[in-house]
């Protein structure tokens, strides 16, 4: 879209914007998202619980609701009697990259057996994130990064996961390569996925793009790699629930809270018209 058009639109478009994006959270609290995180249990479905932030919230606030929702999980596996299969997602950026922060939550993982797992920003965050990651590593055992398949540099980042030992999320990626022309994001999936295949402690194939995903996950049974298929709540998934039924594969569905935004930019609706409908469709027909 042409942007002096985009900027007329703006003012417009944040308050639609922000009425469609509730239909991919749970809700705003702590307590939505863990009753989704449980319902899914209860349906044989893993979870992880990720808590979108709004520009307010300080870097402690931040912690705190993270520190709050492992509590919440400890609660969950004590009144189910058993491990109540949800790691906790973070996202470094929204408290500071500071790693004495992030060891309280560290901490409390440990203690409570969950792993901590770093969502993907922008690729000026990656080498930050893997840095508190080896930081926290003698503390913790289990963690997770993510990599988009539509960055050059995540080949060679697949390779330090796999030298850390870390559960990775594959996915396409919301932010873009800044080092050079776009890459399709199939293909780099697919690059990533082809790179962890036999070497990775687990790898979340996240996708709704149901024909990557099934290339995806075919690879990795191939090389005996322990996988799963990770689904957004909010977007389309019978179809991957049925196969994965079928499959025998895993789902884990990234259960959010907190500040609603949404999975796709107006930006794109000149290559890709059917965003506005799932505009009109998450504005006006879903709760
Ligand atoms: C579990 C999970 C975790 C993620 N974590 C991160 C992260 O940490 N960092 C990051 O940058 N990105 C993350 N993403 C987002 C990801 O990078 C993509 O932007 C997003 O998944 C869309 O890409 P896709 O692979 O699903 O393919 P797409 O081509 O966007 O979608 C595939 C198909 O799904 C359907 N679909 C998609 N969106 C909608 C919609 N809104 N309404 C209706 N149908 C729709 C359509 O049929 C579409 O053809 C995550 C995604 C998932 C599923």
Redesign the pocket.
């Known amino acids: 879209m042409n942007a002096a058009v985009e900027k007329v639109l703006r003012p417009l478009w944040q308050p639609v914007a922000a009425r469609a994006a509730r239909a991919y959270i749970a809700g705003p609290e702590l307590s939505d998202g863990v009753r989704v995180c449980r319902e899914l249990w209860q349906r044989g479905l893993a979870s992880t619980l990720g808590f979108w932030d709004g520009a307010g919230e300080s870097p402690r606030q931040v912690i705190d609701v993270y520190l709050a929702s492992l509590a919440a999980m400890a609660s969950l596996d004590v009144a189910a009697d058993q491990s109540f299969d949800c790691y906790r997602s973070v996202k470094p950026d929204a408290f500071g990259f500071d790693a004495a922060l992030l060891g309280e939550v560290v901490l409390r993982a440990h203690a409570t057996g969950r792993r901590v797992h770093f ?2 920003l922008g690729p000026e965050g990656v080498e930050r994130t893997f840095a508190l990651i080896a930081g926290a590593a003698a503390r913790h055992d289990d963690f997770g990064c ?1 990599l ?1 398949g539509g960055w050059r540099r995540s080949v060679a980042d697949a390779d330090r996961a796999v030298e850390m030992g870390l559960s990775v ?1 594959v ?5 873009p390569d800044l080092e050079g022309p776009p890459i399709d994001p199939r293909a780099g999936f697919l690059g990533v996925v082809d790179r962890l295949a036999g070497r990775a402690r687990h790898v979340g194939v ?4 149901l024909e ?1 995903g099934r290339e995806a996950l075919r690879r990795l049974r191939e090389r005996g790699t322990p996988c799963s298929h ?3 709540t909010g ?2 998934s019978r179809q991957a629930l049925a196969e994965a039924r079928t499959l025998g594969t895993p789902v884990r569905f ?1 259960v959010a809270y907190g500040n609603a935004w949404l ?2 930019a107006l930006s794109q609706a000149a290559h890709k018209p059917r965003i506005l409908w ?1 505009i009109v469709r998450d504005t006006l027909l879903r709760k």
């Open positions: 969502d993907s993510t988009p999320r996915v396409k990626g919301q932010w996240a996708t709704h793009d990557l990770e689904l957004l977007l389309p990234y999975p796709y799932w």
